[in-house]
């Protein structure tokens, strides 16, 4: 559900921006109350996996559409809201610069669409609240399903509010609205199903890794240590990278799919000096354009372009860390 900068004006991008980087400034201002440097690398390998997991498009049967994971309510169920909206600004930075998914311009609504409710609606309320008393293996997939399938609703949502705003004359709103939120509804449902899946391995490997909400006794032992559940996790991003995103589908994805029902194709045209500048900016910052070389379309691309994305969220997300200090230990007047 990456925007191009095609859908998005301006000034409704700057104020997108705004708002995403008060989240992003209050997430680090919590951040860094926690004293849990543990956390560091299990944002880098979270991260990488959730890079890798949306390079995979699954096919949506009988609609000719696809969709892939956006992963702010995964990465919050492990790392809390905070550590979680940080490592999705991440993974969207290191996807739009490197790999020109997404618009430079569209990055703030990028951010709150795919990052904010995953992280703050999922996790703050629908994870936290579900887990309350204890966490169980139904309640893990009652909150991921539910979770995912209500955070993928209010980010379709967005997106076609950012529209409206921008006076996106090709998408009439109410004909745009009546074709995303169907279509996401199903992606919804398949993101919750992966999102479960992969928590509950996380829960039967390591059950203290799950973000809890507040301090909760489990009861529940771990079956693989700390060290090599994070190994399992960053071996299963680089697999998922680097050869089953050969696989993904051909498709487009929810939102292109959208666009190209009601507008007759998947891309809009832009003009501006705004949009100008964009495109020449990641003309030069795109190593690998929708992952792939340069000029090429060897197989080999996609490979390196989901084992390579992946080590450069891990390095991003790590430098982050010490160079904004985000765990430098809890106040006293805590």
Request: with cysteine; charged share 15%; proline share 3%.
């Amino acid at each position: 559900m990456h925007m191009a900068d095609a859908l998005i004006a301006p000034t409704v991008a700057g104020a997108m921006y705004i708002c995403s980087a008060g989240a992003a400034r209050y997430s680090m201002k919590k951040l860094s109350l926690e004293n849990d440097p543990k956390k560091i690398p299990l944002m880098g390998i979270m991260g990488a996996f959730i890079f890798a997991a949306q390079m995979i498009n699954f096919t949506i049967p009988g609609t000719g559409s696809s969709g892939h994971l956006c992963g702010g309510m995964l990465l919050s169920a492990v790392l809390g809201p905070y550590a979680g909206f940080l490592t999705m600004i991440g993974v969207l930075f290191i996807q739009c610069l490197l790999f020109a998914d997404g618009g430079i311009l569209a990055f703030g609504a990028n951010v709150w669409n795919m990052a904010f409710y995953g992280c703050f609606i999922g996790a703050m309320i629908i994870w936290k609240y579900t887990m309350a008393k204890g966490i169980t293996k139904k309640k893990i997939i009652f909150a991921s399903v539910l979770g995912s399938i209500l955070t993928l609703q209010l980010g379709a949502f967005s997106v076609t509010l950012q529209t409206l705003a921008s006076n996106i004359t090709e998408l009439p709103f109410a004909v745009f609205v009546s074709t995303m939120q169907p279509i996401h509804l199903a992606i919804g449902l398949v993101e919750g199903l992966i999102t479960a899946s992969v928590l509950c391995f996380v829960y039967e490997a390591r059950p203290e890794l799950l973000w809890k909400g507040k301090d909760i006794s489990l009861e529940k032992e771990g079956k693989v240590s700390y060290k090599n559940t994070i190994i399992i996790l960053a071996v299963a991003a680089s697999v998922i990278g680097g050869l089953l995103s050969l696989m993904a589908s051909s498709h487009p994805d929810g939102l292109e799919w959208s666009i190209e029902k009601i507008a007759g194709s998947t891309e809009l045209a832009s003009s501006g000096i705004a949009y100008e500048v964009a495109e020449k900016i990641q003309g030069i910052t795109a190593l690998f354009p929708d992952y792939s070389f340069k000029g090429s379309e060897s197989i080999l691309g996609t490979s390196f372009s989901g084992i390579f994305g992946g080590i450069a969220v891990i390095v991003l997300c790590i430098v982050s860390c010490y160079l904004f200090n985000f765990f430098k230990g809890k106040s006293e007047n805590e």
